[in-house]
């Protein structure tokens, strides 16, 4: 990942947002993880790219886990993540539900 680069610091506010939500300082996602309060701090504010295994180190000390997964089932993934007021929707369905590439299973 390119320093300062988009995605570096979309990683960063969602790691920060995961630090707030469960309570807990730099120091001690820090610790948990093995590396720096500072070297957190820049992977937090996106100033520094990370290796993965720092990346998976930081998310499970967040309560986490990093996944990889195929770019062409991203859409389905975000649509699984976005709270929906339409609780008759199927499970893994997308708003455009016209790519056959990866079929939505039906109830």
Do not use: C, W
């Not at 630090?19 to 730099?26: D, F, I, N, V, Y």
């Not at 996944?67 to 199927?90: T, Y």
């Amino acid at each position: 990942m390119e320093r300062n680069s988009e995605a570096t610091h979309h990683l960063g506010r969602l790691l920060r947002d995961a630090r707030k939500q469960a309570g807990l300082t730099q120091q001690q996602v820090a610790e948990r993880a093995g590396i720096s309060r500072p070297r957190y701090r820049d992977i937090e504010q996106g100033d520094a790219a990370a290796r993965a295994n720092t990346l998976i180190n930081v998310a499970r000390a967040l309560g986490m886990e990093l996944m990889l997964i195929p770019q062409a089932m991203v859409p389905g993934v975000n649509a699984l993540l976005r709270p929906s007021d339409d609780e008759d929707r199927p499970a893994f369905t997308t708003d455009a539900d016209d790519d056959d590439e990866y079929p939505s299973p039906r109830p």
